[in-house]
């Protein structure tokens, strides 16, 4: 493997020609990695020259640079120490796939969910003002993410903060509406002139040593404000307080780099418009990026990936709305930008109409679906556990106290495996159960899957959330019928209870333990009669969860067990825990919390052991 680490780089004296070829070489480094352990690629891909302009001006250990999502920071770590050690990446123990400060001080924050970067880093650059210090505060978004209202909410007070600090857009092709006219265009290419940007630093410069000169230099700058104005109506960049610069190409290092150095040097807020193509440099990226977003291990040459996935939860999730809607027209889908990922293509070839696409906008969608339900309409919003946590107030104001029927496809609940903390969809129950009204479903196998999405479209009112995980089936593929809770085996030592994907380890447990497993087809509203009966026979329970300890289900059973005054020797909940849960296969993190077979089983066996 290559090392960029080792060389001993001067980004200040590094020409333009050595730029250019390290380029090439990393996104050459960084095709082979991803083909070996999957990621993100399209991104990374088109964010080469973007990232390296940005070495080239800033030093990250100091200066501040935020990643928006931050799926695009494989080149960042690649040039920060970290190029050997992305054989690891997104791996158990190895690199995270995401910005992270425990891992690098380059890493200036968190970054896993859309939209906050402006907001962060206006934070960092009020607080480098009010601490007298100084660095540098650079945000970069991309296009998608700034469908997202905090990304307006940021822009808004950034360019009336008078902070300085530099906002870059990095447009692949979506959201950012370009200038028209002939004349626009010729404003925008004298605007980014070299000779231009030099005229306008060393005029500035000059007026300072001149007496008054600062002055007659305010004066000069509001005439050539009103003189643009004339000619060309601003950005809406400019009005909310910005120096907009752009739109540039985003893979000219040399003009990045002079834009980079020129945007440091002003005093403001500033923002600068880059267009780049996303997967830039690899041909299978280039010609469907979208395919090459998040990808699995794959064969360079060909693009194609080296394992053939199976069906998913989320494949039969959008085959099965979309029969459901062949016979209800007033079924429809919601989405935001997720609509691959949530198995929702099926539908919008079908449905095209009945499909919406709100880009990343989750309270959004849900304030929409409320609006839609209202009115008749029958709205499945599907959406990944982690992302549905962006709408919590949506879900109580919009929703719930109108008792309004909006379905909630929960994809990946649970754990999610590689992406990390910011993914893992462990809280959905918890705050799922927090909101009035609100019915879940957690079905197990495709099968339960389908039964239970047409429940709760054609026969469930209110707000019904069904959840379900990442990938497919996993030792269990039963139909275990539509009651609230069903019993799969018949024991007698502890009594287990578990739901969606981790039954499989639950039934397995339950054979060596010789154990009553209850499975919970429905969380709430919780009907616990039956496992209360079968806590009074074993007289001890254990609860097997993939999700975090505050306010899963197993504490709701140990408040029934309480309230009904049932006897209970010994209770073990089994779950996440509190801590946030890094990333590796899902194997290896069920077996790192301890909600695996063998774990569930010597949890069964301590609690016997002293009876």
Request: charged share 20%; proline share 3%; glycine share 10%.
């Amino acid at each position: 493997m290559l090392s960029f680490d080792d060389r001993d780089y001067n980004w200040k004296e590094m020409t333009d020609e050595e730029g250019i070829q390290l380029c090439q070489e990393l996104r050459q480094q960084l095709v082979k990695t991803v083909a070996q352990t999957g990621g993100h690629l399209a991104s990374n891909l088109g964010a080469v020259e973007l990232t390296v302009a940005l070495h080239r001006v800033y030093d990250t250990a100091r200066d501040r640079l935020v990643f928006d999502v931050g799926h695009q920071c494989y080149i960042h770590k690649m040039l920060t120490g970290r190029s050997e050690q992305m054989r690891t990446i997104r791996k158990f123990g190895g690199l995270a796939g995401f910005p992270k400060p425990t891992e690098s001080e380059h890493d200036a924050f968190v970054a896993g969910h859309a939209s906050n970067s402006i907001s962060v880093a206006l934070g960092m650059a009020r607080a480098r003002t009010l601490l007298g210090e100084d660095y540098n505060v650079v945000a970069l978004i991309g296009d998608g993410a700034m469908t997202g209202g905090l990304a307006y909410e940021g822009l808004c007070n950034a360019g009336q903060s008078g902070e300085k600090m530099i906002v870059i857009v990095n447009d692949n092709g979506m959201s950012i509406k370009k200038n028209v006219g002939g004349m626009a265009q010729l404003l925008a290419r004298h605007h980014l002139r070299p000779q231009y940007l030099s005229f306008k630093n060393g005029y500035k410069k000059a007026m300072e040593t001149v007496p008054g000169g600062e002055n007659f230099y305010d004066f000069t700058s509001k005439v050539k404000k009103m003189v643009k104005g004339s000619l060309l109506p601003s950005s809406m960049f400019e009005d909310l307080g910005f120096t907009y610069l752009g739109p540039m190409d985003g893979h000219d290092l040399s003009e990045l780099t002079r834009i980079l150095e020129y945007a440091k040097s002003k005093n403001g807020p500033v923002l600068i418009h880059v267009r780049t193509q996303k997967g830039k440099g690899y041909q299978p990226a280039e010609k469907a990026p979208h395919l090459f977003h998040g990808v699995s291990p794959f064969e360079v040459k060909t693009g194609n990936p080296l394992k053939k996935s199976g069906t998913d939860f989320s494949e039969v999730f959008g085959k099965t709305l979309t029969q459901i809607a062949e016979n209800n027209r007033k079924v429809c889908a919601v989405t935001a930008a997720m609509q691959s990922g949530t198995g929702l293509e099926s539908f919008a070839a079908v449905y095209p109409d009945r499909c919406f696409d709100v880009g990343i906008a989750e309270g959004h969608a849900v304030s929409m679906c409320g609006g839609m339900a209202k009115q008749g309409a029958v709205p499945v919003f599907a959406v990944y556990s982690t992302f549905l946590q962006r709408s919590y107030d949506m879900l109580f104001h919009d929703v719930a106290l109108s008792n309004l029927h909006v379905v909630f496809g929960v994809d990946r609940s649970g754990l999610v495996g590689a992406d990390g903390e910011t993914h893992q969809g462990l809280y959905d129950v918890a705050y799922l159960s927090s909101v009035p009204g609100m019915t879940i479903l957690s079905p197990s196998s495709f099968a339960e899957l389908e039964r239970d999405m047409k429940w709760a479209v054609e026969k469930c009112s209110g707000p019904v959330a069904v959840r379900y995980p990442r990938g497919g089936e996993n030792r269990y593929s039963g139909e275990s019928g539509a009651e609230p809770v069903v019993q799969l085996r018949t024991g007698r030592n502890v009594t287990i209870v578990s739901y969606g994907i981790t039954i499989g380890d639950a039934l397995a447990a339950g054979e060596r333990l010789d154990a009553d497993v209850m499975k919970l087809n429905r969380l709430l509203p919780l009907a616990p009669e039956r496992i209360l009966e079968s806590v009074r026979k074993t007289g001890n329970l254990i609860v097997v969860e993939e999700t975090a300890c505050q306010g899963c289900m197993g504490e709701r059973l140990c408040s029934e067990l309480l309230l009904t005054g049932t006897p209970v020797k010994k209770v073990r909940l089994l779950n996440c825990g509190e801590q946030f849960v890094q990333h590796g296969s899902v194997e290896q993190l069920r077996k790192l919390v301890g909600i695996d077979e063998d774990s569930i089983v010597r949890a069964g066996l301590e609690m016997l052991e002293n009876e």
